[in-house]
């Protein structure tokens, strides 16, 4: 497909993008401690731009010194780190954003709580040295009897800030606001997109803002203030090119509102005609969020239509006469290129999909199979959520791209990948890019392994992307894929290396009755080897029971679900966590948990919890307590063999272990 409309070129304001391709605002927590950009954030948003993205926004940049672990420019003495990084994405051809957002709550007055707790903690320190043992209690109490009182206001400010700060409170904000977009251009950036949704999104809110002066109340009063931050930003920086984040507040297939900061549909409309008018370049439109998920912003696969936000976008663009961006499930070149060719935007965002394969624009040119991202969000988002730094399950060079690459190979090398699950189909691939010649075996007749029943359960059909992409890219690399073969000794004689990838396989209780009639594997379920019906048992709330568990629900099964731990779905994304325990509800699941088996009989499942006996009558029980690495033996071999993935250790491997281990494992060949 030649994908003309995504690789042409735009003028959108002062500036001209050599492409269609953007990576919007996401935060990375690879900045600094003080929010500076460092080597890993320089790195990072570097080979975004050696891919071939033409417009690069950096998210939650904060113009005051917040304690939020995100990027900041409140002071000049972080302004060079910024014009390197300003320096290095003008290298390769890219234009560079900064998202500027203030958080919803009173950042002084916490700041100095926080301040003083740290200070009371010091001097109890001190105290102790000293060993003055009653003085370093007495100001350990103090310091965090002023922590709580730090996050019992943040917490409220968080909920009630924009309808209590006062006109006096707002203006010194938007001063900030506009201080930081003169720090930028002094620091070479290109552009400024202002975050429309956090304190500015929650003033334009009906949802949150509940003030009675001129920024609350009515539609021109709620965007009064986005409309003076824009025009602040103008002045103070008026050589930079203005973008404005409008949020919109979205409505389920259920009728219940998707995100309460920003504006509804018609008033989000409303507000990007003001914004064109007030001189903004160009309007993003987004997913307002302020629900505490980001699922509602950033949806797992399956939850949501493929872009979402689209209609609202088109219905922008058919209102102002200023190129407009969408954003939100764009997967794939070809539906950006779609978008496009139909006129609904200007500008395509690819947020997750470009952590999955930096090298989209490039792809788009070369032809070269684009590696897709799953929508799974456990790299990506639930990183945020949990105040880690982002790293996409698939991309191994994901946050450190400053130290992981793939080599150049040493010679030339013939590698034999054993297995075509995830981690040897990576392998074969980061072999065959160093130059080697490399053969991959897999006694199936089909790539992917646990792949595919990863894919069976509900909402998750899209995690085949990941096969899909190695069935493209393995013969484009040259490896010769060899299915339905089971490698001998004899096969692997003569190679220079073998890699091995064969995976786990299920295990079962032992408990007994564990290997009568009545007792079947997950695997074999997710496989559809077998069809339980009925009331179900499911042994093990992990991930996999989890999802066992919901594929029989979409089978019309009752079902049990028995835990040892105390919890199920430890390993799910926190963003899709509250539809599977929503559905759950619905659906009557019962979640034993602190609960042992201890037998099971034809009448179904007896076990023991708090010391009490508990039974669970069922028809079938299901065994999804875990999985185990399958043995391979090189005894009969004389070459180098390097274990991967499920089979390379004691525990059982995620997609993101089995990806890096297999990175690694070819790139030092």
């Known amino acids: 497909m030649a994908f003309t409309k995504l690789l042409e070129p735009i003028k959108v304001g002062n500036l001209t993008l050599k492409n269609r391709v953007m990576f919007p605002p996401l935060t990375t927590g690879y900045e600094e401690r003080d929010g500076s950009i460092g080597a890993r954030s320089l790195a990072f948003y570097e080979r975004l731009a050696k891919g071939g993205v033409s417009y690069i926004v950096i998210g939650d940049v904060a113009p005051v010194n917040t304690a939020s672990p995100t990027p900041k420019l409140c002071d000049d003495s972080q302004i060079p780190s910024f014009a390197a990084l300003a320096d290095a994405v003008h290298a390769h051809g890219a234009k560079l954003a900064?998202?500027?957002?203030?958080?919803?709550?009173?950042?002084?007055?916490?700041?100095?709580?926080?301040?003083?707790?740290?200070?009371?903690?010091?001097?109890?320190?001190?105290?102790?040295?000293?060993?003055?043992?009653?003085?370093?209690?007495?100001?350990?109490?103090?310091?965090?009897?002023?922590?709580?009182?730090?996050?019992?206001?943040?917490?409220?400010?968080?909920?009630?800030?924009?309808?209590?700060?006062?006109?006096?409170?707002?203006?010194?904000?938007?001063?900030?606001?506009?201080?930081?977009?003169?720090?930028?251009?002094?620091?070479?950036?290109?552009?400024?997109?202002?975050?429309?949704?956090?304190?500015?999104?929650?003033?334009?809110?009906?949802?949150?803002?509940?003030?009675?002066?001129?920024?609350?109340?009515?539609?021109?009063?709620?965007?009064?203030?986005?409309?003076?931050?824009?025009?602040?930003?103008?002045?103070?920086?008026?050589?930079?090119?203005?973008?404005?984040?409008?949020?919109?507040?979205?409505?389920?297939?259920?009728?219940?509102?998707?995100?309460?900061?920003?504006?509804?549909?018609?008033?989000?409309?409303?507000?990007?005609?003001?914004?064109?008018?007030?001189?903004?370049?160009?309007?993003?439109?987004?997913?307002?969020?302020?629900?505490?998920?980001?699922?509602?912003?950033?949806?797992?696969?399956?939850?949501?239509?493929?872009?979402?936000?689209?209609?609202?976008?088109?219905?922008?663009?058919?209102?102002?006469?200023?190129?407009?961006?969408?954003?939100?499930?764009?997967?794939?070149?070809?539906?950006?290129?779609?978008?496009?060719?139909?006129?609904?935007?200007?500008?395509?965002?690819?947020?997750?999909?470009?952590?999955?394969?930096?090298?989209?624009?490039?792809?788009?040119?070369?032809?070269?199979?684009?590696?897709?991202?799953?929508?799974?969000?456990?790299?990506?988002?639930?990183?945020?959520?949990?105040?880690?730094?982002?790293?996409?399950?698939?991309?191994?060079?994901?946050?450190?791209?400053?130290?992981?690459?793939?080599?150049?190979?040493?010679?030339?090398?013939?590698?034999?990948?054993?297995?075509?699950?995830?981690?040897?189909?990576?392998?074969?691939?980061?072999?065959?890019?160093?130059?080697?010649?490399?053969?991959?075996?897999?006694?199936?007749?089909?790539?992917?392994?646990?792949?595919?029943?990863?894919?069976?359960?509900?909402r998750k059909a899209e995690i085949m992307r990941a096969v899909e992409y190695y069935e493209r890219v393995l013969p484009a690399l040259g490896v010769d894929v060899r299915l339905g073969h089971e490698a001998t000794a004899t096969d692997l004689a003569g190679f220079d290396a073998v890699i091995a990838a064969v995976g786990a396989e299920n295990v079962t209780l032992p408990v007994p009755g564990a290997d009568g009639p009545n007792v079947v594997s997950a695997w074999d379920v997710l496989a559809g080897k077998v069809a339980p019906e009925g009331r179900v048992a499911v042994i093990g709330g992990g991930l996999v029971g989890t999802e066992t568990a919901e594929y029989l629900l979409a089978r019309g099964c009752d079902v049990t679900i028995v835990e040892m731990l105390d919890t199920i779905a430890a390993g799910e994304s926190g963003t899709i966590l509250p539809t599977i325990m929503a559905e759950f509800a619905e659906k009557g699941v019962e979640q034993l948990v602190n609960t042992r088996v201890t037998a099971i009989t034809g009448a179904g499942v007896e076990a023991e919890r708090d010391g009490e006996a508990v039974s669970v009558p069922c028809d079938c029980v299901v065994m999804a307590v875990g999985s185990r690495a399958v043995p391979f033996d090189a005894s009969a071999l004389d070459v180098p063999v390097t274990l991967v993935g499920d089979c390379s250790g004691e525990r059982t491997a995620d997609i993101a272990s089995a990806i890096r281990t297999a990175y690694a494992a070819a790139n030092s060949l």
């Open 98 to 458: 900064l998202q500027l957002f203030h958080p919803e709550y009173d950042v002084p007055g916490v700041g100095r709580l926080i301040m003083a707790s740290r200070m009371a903690a010091m001097e109890g320190q001190k105290a102790q040295a000293a060993g003055d043992m009653e003085t370093f209690a007495a100001k350990m109490a103090e310091s965090k009897e002023i922590a709580n009182q730090a996050y019992a206001k943040l917490h409220h400010d968080m909920q009630h800030f924009v309808s209590e700060a006062t006109v006096e409170q707002l203006g010194e904000i938007r001063e900030a606001i506009a201080a930081c977009a003169a720090r930028a251009e002094r620091a070479g950036v290109d552009a400024i997109e202002v975050h429309g949704d956090r304190l500015v999104g929650s003033l334009c809110s009906t949802a949150l803002n509940h003030r009675t002066d001129e920024y609350g109340g009515s539609f021109e009063n709620r965007v009064r203030y986005a409309l003076e931050v824009v025009a602040a930003i103008k002045e103070a920086a008026p050589g930079l090119m203005v973008e404005y984040k409008l949020p919109v507040i979205m409505t389920n297939p259920d009728g219940s509102k998707r995100g309460k900061g920003g504006l509804e549909p018609d008033e989000a409309c409303e507000l990007a005609v003001l914004l064109a008018q007030a001189g903004v370049d160009m309007i993003q439109v987004a997913q307002a969020n302020h629900t505490g998920n980001m699922g509602d912003t950033i949806p797992p696969m399956g939850t949501m239509p493929y872009n979402w936000t689209l209609p609202v976008a088109a219905r922008v663009k058919s209102l102002v006469d200023v190129p407009v961006a969408t954003v939100g499930r764009v997967v794939t070149p070809e539906a950006g290129e779609k978008i496009l060719e139909e006129g609904q935007a200007d500008v395509i965002g690819y947020g997750r999909s470009l952590l999955a394969d930096p090298d989209i624009a490039l792809k788009a040119a070369s032809g070269e199979p684009v590696r897709l991202c799953l929508n799974c969000n456990k790299g990506c988002v639930d990183a945020i959520q949990g105040r880690r730094y982002i790293s996409c399950v698939l991309n191994a060079e994901n946050g450190d791209e400053a130290t992981t690459s793939i080599r150049p190979g040493e010679g030339e090398k013939r590698v034999a990948v054993v297995g075509g699950g995830i981690a040897g189909c990576e392998a074969a691939r980061v072999a065959a890019k160093r130059g080697y010649d490399v053969t991959l075996f897999e006694r199936a007749e089909r790539l992917g392994g646990q792949i595919e029943l990863a894919a069976a359960p509900p």
